[in-house]
């Protein structure tokens, strides 16, 4: 979660996972629209990167010169019933947008399972949930207010043109998003079921379970025959149970997290021991089912820190890609012993988003912090090229301007939209200035 005195602090600044550190000039802490203007206008050729909650394990964050954090520039700005849209200040975080949409009846139509996210950063970079039916965060975004790189405000409403396929997936690169109107519906519980089963049982039922569930996510152990399943369906809305709250708390934060923690770092310190613990965490990681807003339901504690890569590949391409995953990491060629989480959204119309239109399964990989995830993740990325897969560009990646325009046909088109609106890149920083040039 986002520290405020260490944002505030002489400390280098570093991301969640502390593999991106970076100790930049300025910090600033905007308490209004118009006091973020002014520090762009005053920037005078320094770069400017807002930091969100630092939950991104890429450079994408990371500050050269001046940190910027919307921490304080958070809540409800205001609620049209009628059109079923909430418009909040960008900084807000996840994990406060529920509960705030509940008290007027609404809920978000679907979120991610980590909730420490600002809007801003999680829309920036496509941040998503699961869901064959469902967007990322970012397509339900129905306006954005953000300002360029002279200071001047700008709204737009999202439609079929260029603009709006340019805001959509952003990555904060055409001003700073200070304000979003989402798209809501009314408040909704949800039903969540969770179990083992059979790898190639699933791979045969991946399909009928995508489309018969409103959410199915899969968390497969390197190796293991089996498979975790949760799947989640719509019910009418009503809060989680103390009883209930209480086993969750046991089960994701006593079990998952402590009981995994401790494993975890017997792995870091006995690589070779991962085999064993990858198999025990397999057959005792908890299952059963809960009920509950739907802003309960969605987030999962993560207490214990990793590395992480994820990539997006055709929902066609999965179950041939998984059935590969599992030949090669059956032999335990890696001293790895997180799951792999698989997720699906459906097509989004934009020109950075990972899915280019199409049904998409994203493939999570993990690596615990301090265990060297080399060799691993640079497998998954040679696997991920012969799938077509596409990286989340908040997470881990090998991306190159090369490999971007051929991963992304309209990269020019967005990069010229982009310049458009900082000419003199102050939004720029040394990462993306190796990524996005004309070509």
């Given at each position: 979660?986002?520290?405020?005195?260490?944002?505030?602090?002489?400390?280098?600044?570093?991301?969640?996972?502390?593999?991106?550190?970076?100790?930049?000039?300025?910090?600033?802490?905007?308490?209004?629209?118009?006091?973020?203007?002014?520090?762009?206008?005053?920037?005078?050729?320094?770069?400017?990167?807002?930091?969100?909650?630092?939950?991104?394990?890429s450079?994408?964050?990371?500050?050269?010169?001046?940190?910027?954090?919307?921490?304080?520039?958070?809540?409800?700005?205001?609620?049209?019933?009628?059109?079923?849209?909430?418009?909040?200040?960008?900084?807000?975080?996840?994990?406060?947008?529920?509960?705030?949409?509940?008290?007027?009846?609404?809920?978000?139509?679907?979120?991610?399972?980590?909730?420490?996210?600002?809007?801003?950063?999680?829309?920036?970079?496509?941040?998503?949930?699961?869901?064959?039916?469902?967007?990322?965060?970012?397509?339900?975004?129905?306006?954005?207010?953000?300002?360029?790189?002279?200071?001047?405000?700008?709204?737009?409403?999202?439609?079929?043109?260029?603009?709006?396929?340019?805001?959509h997936?952003?990555?904060?690169?055409?001003?700073?998003?200070?304000?979003?109107?989402?798209?809501?519906?009314?408040?909704?519980?949800?039903?969540?079921?969770?179990?083992?089963?059979?790898?190639?049982?699933?791979?045969?039922n991946?399909?009928?379970?995508?489309?018969?569930n409103?959410?199915?996510?899969?968390?497969?152990?390197?190796?293991?025959?089996?498979?975790?399943?949760?799947?989640?369906?719509?019910?009418?809305?009503?809060?989680?149970?103390?009883?209930?709250?209480?086993?969750?708390?046991?089960?994701?934060?006593?079990?998952?997290?402590?009981?995994?923690?401790?494993?975890?770092?017997?792995?870091?310190?006995?690589?070779?021991?991962?085999?064993?613990?990858t198999?025990?965490?397999a057959?005792n990681?908890?299952?059963g089912?809960?009920?509950?807003?739907?802003?309960?339901?969605?987030?999962?504690?993560?207490?214990?820190?990793?590395?992480e890569?994820?990539?997006?590949?055709?929902?066609?391409?999965?179950?041939?890609?998984?059935?590969?995953?599992?030949?090669?990491?059956?032999s335990?060629?890696?001293?790895?012993?997180?799951?792999?989480?698989?997720?699906?959204?459906?097509?989004?119309?934009?020109?950075?988003?990972?899915?280019?239109?199409?049904?998409?399964?994203?493939?999570?990989?993990?690596?615990?912090?301090?265990?060297?995830?080399?060799?691993?993740?640079?497998?998954?990325?040679?696997?991920?090229?012969?799938?077509?897969?596409?990286?989340?560009?908040?997470?881990?990646?090998?991306?190159t301007?090369?490999?971007?325009?051929?991963?992304?046909?309209?990269?020019?088109?967005f990069?010229?939209?982009?310049?458009?609106?900082?000419?003199?890149?102050?939004?720029?920083?040394?990462?993306?200035?190796?990524?996005?040039?004309?070509?």
């Amino acid at each position: 979660m986002f520290s405020l005195n260490t944002f505030k602090s002489s400390k280098p600044w570093t991301n969640w996972a502390g593999n991106v550190i970076s100790t930049p000039l300025e910090r600033k802490l905007p308490n209004s629209l118009d006091e973020v203007s002014e520090i762009i206008k005053r920037a005078k050729g320094s770069t400017i990167r807002v930091t969100g909650a630092a939950h991104s394990f890429s450079s994408i964050a990371k500050p050269d010169e001046i940190a910027l954090s919307l921490h304080n520039l958070r809540g409800l700005v205001s609620i049209d019933s009628t059109k079923q849209e909430a418009t909040f200040l960008a900084g807000t975080y996840l994990f406060e947008v529920g509960p705030i949409l509940a008290k007027h009846q609404l809920a978000l139509q679907n979120m991610g399972d980590i909730q420490y996210q600002t809007l801003a950063g999680a829309i920036c970079t496509g941040t998503h949930g699961t869901g064959i039916g469902l967007g990322s965060l970012s397509e339900q975004v129905v306006a954005w207010k953000w300002i360029d790189g002279i200071g001047e405000l700008h709204t737009h409403r999202r439609g079929n043109d260029e603009l709006s396929k340019a805001l959509h997936l952003s990555l904060g690169l055409l001003g700073i998003i200070v304000e979003v109107t989402l798209k809501v519906i009314p408040v909704y519980g949800l039903r969540v079921e969770s179990y083992h089963v059979p790898l190639f049982e699933g791979l045969q039922n991946w399909n009928k379970d995508q489309y018969e569930n409103r959410h199915l996510e899969w968390f497969y152990f390197p190796g293991q025959e089996k498979v975790q399943v949760k799947k989640s369906n719509m019910i009418k809305a009503k809060p989680q149970t103390y009883t209930s709250k209480t086993t969750e708390f046991l089960k994701g934060n006593v079990v998952e997290n402590y009981g995994f923690f401790f494993l975890s770092e017997w792995c870091k310190r006995n690589p070779k021991r991962t085999k064993w613990v990858t198999e025990f965490s397999a057959k005792n990681v908890p299952i059963g089912k809960k009920e509950g807003y739907s802003f309960e339901m969605f987030p999962t504690p993560r207490l214990v820190r990793f590395l992480e890569t994820e990539y997006a590949v055709q929902h066609t391409q999965f179950q041939a890609c998984m059935e590969e995953v599992h030949f090669h990491l059956k032999s335990h060629p890696f001293d790895v012993h997180f799951p792999i989480e698989c997720r699906t959204t459906k097509g989004e119309n934009a020109f950075l988003s990972p899915t280019q239109g199409e049904e998409t399964a994203f493939m999570a990989f993990h690596m615990y912090k301090g265990m060297d995830e080399t060799n691993y993740f640079k497998w998954v990325h040679e696997l991920m090229e012969k799938y077509g897969g596409r990286p989340h560009f908040g997470k881990m990646n090998v991306l190159t301007t090369d490999k971007l325009h051929t991963l992304y046909p309209s990269l020019n088109t967005f990069i010229k939209i982009r310049e458009s609106y900082d000419e003199h890149n102050l939004f720029l920083s040394n990462y993306f200035k190796q990524l996005f040039s004309v070509k």
